[in-house]
């Protein structure tokens, strides 16, 4: 099995040009499930054989993830990673059956997505104190990912090659290394260029960068980051998210991720009259399904407001029954 992984993980890389957030997401949860094969082989050294998983083994595996309180979103995800790792194997001619699509698919809840509200999306962006590099950066990050709808991988991939401050407009590189042209917003631009002027470059870069007028650099230089973490680096995805959650404690309502950010810039634009194919468009989604997700959410919002503003919103009148006899 471990062979096969590492097989099948070179495969969404070199092939499939999967990002290495998604080819690290394959590996957690395959190596999850070969620790679990283990552990449970129950003296059957051979188990950990591709050959040898039977829609038994995979069923056990769900059951035991279930006995530790994974959710069954991430249950559906991992056999889902299962599936497409057997289905690389048989294309392979490595194995005969595909045990995982045997197995049926874990049904999570109905559970719509945690969003800000307009004035809890304006406070957190304030909230990155002060006109030192740290904090300048930080409100960057916040305005763009708010400002884009980027995901927190998309985010850390851009480089001065992909973003036009001058039209503000950006590239952004989603799953599958797909292409999209996102908006970014003038306050988001000017978060940049504040940021921008403070970021110390090398005598090298500055030659691949390039003077500009004010203090911004040259936009079209290939391979520089944005944003970057304190030691000049590209800075990863998961320190985006522990500053995301940093600011956010200050807001009531608990933490909020990246992707919280993500879900808000959709929703508002869809409460202000956004075509939702613009929408679409804007988060790369594939199929309009996923983004319609936000259409039950406005909806859901919108009954809110109303049974909280109207005045005989969910209120039973007092009246006496018909059938009463004091009514007769």
């Known amino acids: 099995m471990e062979d096969a992984i590492r097989a099948f993980v070179t495969y969404l890389d070199l092939e499939q040009g999967a990002s290495p957030e998604t080819i690290r997401g394959y590996q957690s949860d395959l190596r999850q499930f070969l620790s679990f094969l283990k552990t449970h082989d129950s003296g059957q050294p051979t188990l950990t054989l591709p050959q040898a998983i039977q829609p038994q083994t995979i069923r056990h595996y769900l059951a035991w993830l279930a006995g ?24 392979k001619g490595l194995v005969e059956v595909n045990p995982a699509a045997q197995v049926r698919t874990p049904r999570p809840g109905h559970r719509l997505p945690t ?13 990155p104190d002060g006109e030192k590099l ?12 708010y400002s884009t709808g980027a995901r927190v991988s998309e985010l850390v991939g851009i480089n001065w090659s992909d973003i036009d401050l001058a039209e503000g407009m950006v590239r952004l590189r989603g799953k599958g290394k797909k292409e999209r042209l996102v908006p ?26 390039g003077p500009f007028p004010g203090r911004a650099r040259q936009v079209h230089a290939q391979g520089i980051p944005v944003f970057r973490s304190n030691r000049g680096g590209r800075l990863s995805a998961r320190s985006v998210e522990r500053l995301v959650k940093k600011y956010s404690i200050r807001l009531q309502g ?31 989604h594939a199929s309009l399904g996923t983004t319609q997700k936000y ?13 909280k503003a109207h005045p005989r919103s969910g209120k039973v009148l007092n009246r006496p029954s018909p059938a009463s006899p004091k009514n007769r």
């Open 68 to 91: 530790r309180n994974e959710k069954k979103s991430s249950q559906a995800r991992k056999l889902a990673a299962l599936r497409s790792l057997y289905r690389f194997l048989s294309q």
């Open 115 to 127: 969003v800000l509200s307009k004035d809890d999306a304006d406070r957190l962006m304030e909230f």
């Open 134 to 145: 740290p904090a300048v950066r930080d409100r960057a990050i916040l305005e763009t990912l």
């Open 184 to 209: 970014v917003g003038q306050v988001a631009v000017e978060a940049i260029r504040d940021y921008d002027t403070l970021t110390p470059v090398n005598h090298e870069e500055s030659q691949r960068r």
């Open 254 to 284: 608990g933490t909020v991720t990246p992707h919280t950010l993500r879900h808000s810039f959709a929703t508002h634009l869809l409460d202000e009259g956004a075509d939702l194919r613009v929408i679409q468009e804007l988060l790369g």
């Open 295 to 307: 259409t039950h959410l406005a909806t859901d919002r919108l009954m809110e407001v109303y049974d």
